[in-house]
Every structure is written in structure tokens, then in C-alpha cells.
């Protein structure tokens, strides 16, 4: 399941950005690449939709993506067994923001490199309530050499 995420993320955005690849970024004025990137997100972010909800691993369940804007955030259920929501908030959230950070930057740099925002919601799956959210923008990833 994760793998089909990932695909069709690619797929949908190597479809969408291989057009704007032949343009120069000049050549286009501020507004129309704006109008691009939300199109972009929208039909990311519906195609994603379709799929859901999807196990990511044995405690994690993908349940919602959404975009606004140049914004995709996608919304994850965690079972933390018998860990309380706080103490998952105060034990989990360096690691976690860490890792979610490196795979953002990895698995969505063509979205990344296009200035489009991933957000990650992580909420409990039983109180569904709110456990961390990570938003990340092209800044807090490292510049690849080209």
C-alpha cells in the first residue's frame, strides 16, 4: 500500500510538472505558476483520496489527504496501545518529526522542488485527538546538487 501511495504520487505529479519543466520559470508570470501548483495539489490530492484509508504499518492508517492552496496534508490515525496521548506528545515527537521530515524530503521532492507544502496530522486513534502535526516546506529540506 505504501508503495502504490508513493507511485501514484509520482505518476500524478510527473504528469503534471513534465509541462511545466518545458517553460522557463520567468516565462511564466507569479500568478500562473500559483494557479499551477493549486491544480497540482487538488488533483494530488483527490487521486490520493481515492485510495483511502491505507494501513502504512502495523500502528499507523492513513485516513484523509487534503489539499488547500499550495498545501497537501495528509491526516494519520496511530493505535499507541497503552500509551497515553501525552506521553506519546513528550516521547515521540523528536523522533518523529525527525524521520517524517527525511521521508517528506525523499518521497515528495519532485512536490518539495516545486514549492508545494506537505503537512503530516498524526492523531490517536482511539481518542482522535490531535497527537502532532509537521509541516514541510522546501526550507527543512537539505539542497540536493543538481
Known amino acids: 500500500m505504501k508503495k502504490s501511495l508513493l507511485a501514484l504520487s509520482i505518476i500524478i505529479t510527473l504528469s503534471q510538472t513534465s509541462f511545466a519543466e518545458g517553460i522557463k520559470q520567468q516565462d511564466l508570470p507569479v500568478a500562473e505558476m500559483q494557479k499551477q501548483k493549486r491544480e497540482i495539489v487538488k488533483l ?34 496511530i493505535n499507541t496501545g497503552a500509551k497515553s496521548d501525552e ?49 514541510v516546506t522546501q526550507a527543512d529540506c537539505p539542497v540536493s546538487p543538481r
Open 44 to 77: 494530488s490530492s483527490e487521486e490520493i483520496s481515492k485510495t483511502l484509508p491505507q494501513t502504512v504499518d502495523k500502528y499507523t492508517v492513513l485516513t484523509k489527504v487534503e489539499g488547500k492552496d499550495t498545501t497537501i496534508t495528509y491526516t494519520f490515525e
Open 87 to 135: 506521553a506519546v506528545k513528550k516521547e515521540d515527537r523528536t523522533r518523529m518529526q525527525k524521520a517524517v521530515t527525511t521521508g517528506i524530503c525523499q518521497s515528495s521532492k519532485r512536490f518539495i522542488d516545486a514549492q508545494i507544502n506537505i503537512s503530516y496530522i498524526y492523531i490517536g486513534a482511539k481518542s482522535k485527538a490531535e497527537l502532532f502535526r509537521f509541516d
